[in-house]
């Protein structure tokens, strides 16, 4: 007998909850438990300090030989005497860390990774598009980057108050740090009794990766797919060009995976893989039209002007030079991808200002 498909798309699934204790905790502003979510698979929240996302859900696997992390945390003192206690609940020791793959290059992902490495000698894997970055250190490095970053925010027409506020280069940790094993897309990790592969996953970070285990129905998403909020997605001067066009794209091509749990790295567990990637399409279409609408309502406006004109989920005026760096850099990544669907077209100057995109006459049919 053969099964017959309709051809048409599989039901819509919706997202729910899965990760019912950890929802709790979040509710509860606590740290949720460190939880088995499947044989030999457990999440530890590892604690951000001063850090509204407040943990980030490290997972270890269970080798023969030893233990697999799947991120490994922020660098600060709570934070290792967290993942070392956490991986003491899985019936290890943090010294038997054989392995640690990097869903991408952010300090809550990455930062413990010297350190564990100096106590357990773990290979460290990651995409190359990230672990590239690791190189960029030196203070002529830095000195570049941040004269990177003061002309792309002079470009946005972003206040000097902004520009100069708050000096932060792209990746001032992992210094001297190189990475054992460069994970491409579809790679499978090499890790004995697991059915672990990379997917590529590029628009938070230029290297982001998820990675699926068919066999046990996971989806381990890292920041590409989280339950509640939207990851920033935004331009990095030299490093991500359109960021969000890749963004959009990963999620087409994550809304077509398997309907496996996802087991993000921030907040709790979900299912309806395909419903989450849907709802943040929709919510970045969301936000094309309301920046659309707004450069159409005040023509030659600086990315800067549609950014302090349009929603926040806070107050505009109330939030960092920091926020208001990334909010500006969001705009941006919005605007080139509004561009590149000829709905906005730029004026380059200093800074640079938007129109809304009419055809010309020779254009027209
Ligand atoms: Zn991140
Ligand atoms: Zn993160």
Do not use: K
């Not at 989806?219 to 963004?247: A, F, Q």
């Amino acid at each position: 007998m053969t099964l017959q498909t309709t051809g048409t798309e599989r039901p819509a699934a919706v997202q729910r909850v899965t990760g019912v204790r950890q929802y709790e905790a979040w509710q509860l502003g606590e740290l949720p438990p460190v939880e088995e979510v499947r044989p030999g698979l457990w999440s530890i929240p590892v604690p951000m300090p001063r850090n509204p996302l407040r943990y980030v859900l490290v997972y270890a696997l269970a080798l023969d030989d030893g233990l697999a992390l799947i991120d490994v945390g922020w660098d600060a003192e709570e934070s290792w005497r967290a993942l070392v206690d956490g991986v003491r609940q899985t019936g290890h020791d943090i010294t038997e860390v054989r392995y640690a793959a990097i869903t991408h290059l952010h300090p809550d992902h990455f930062g413990l990774a010297p350190r564990l490495r100096a106590v357990s000698g773990a290979a460290l894997a990651m995409h190359a598009a990230d672990a590239t970055l690791l190189g960029h250190h030196t203070p002529d490095d830095t000195e570049r980057n941040e004269a990177g970053w003061a002309r792309q925010l002079t470009r946005l027409g972003a206040p000097r108050t902004v520009i100069e506020a708050d000096p932060v280069s792209l990746v001032r940790f992992g210094a001297g740090e190189s990475v054992d094993i460069v994970l491409e897309d579809g790679a499978r990790l090499d890790l004995p009794g697991w059915d672990l592969r990379a997917i590529w996953t590029p628009g938070h970070t230029a290297g982001h990766l998820c990675f699926a285990d068919d066999s046990r129905g996971v989806l381990l998403s890292g920041d590409h797919m989280l339950p509640r909020i939207s990851p920033n997605i935004s331009t990095i001067p030299g490093e991500l060009v359109d960021p969000l066009h890749r963004y959009l794209h990963s999620l087409h091509a994550t809304a077509a995976l398997p309907e496996h749990e996802v087991l993000p790295a921030h907040e709790y567990r979900f299912s309806g893989v395909a419903a989450r990637a849907r709802g943040l399409l929709e919510h970045h279409e969301e936000r094309f039209a309301e920046i659309l609408a707004d450069v159409a309502a005040h023509p030659e406006s600086t990315a800067w002007e549609v950014t302090e004109r349009v929603t926040w989920s806070r107050p505009f005026d109330t939030m960092t030079p920091r926020l208001h760096r990334l909010a500006v850099r969001e705009t941006d990544a919005h605007l080139l991808v509004l561009a590149d669907r000829g709905a906005v077209r730029l004026l380059a100057g200093d800074p640079d200002r938007w129109i809304v995109d009419t055809p010309t006459e020779s254009a027209r049919p």
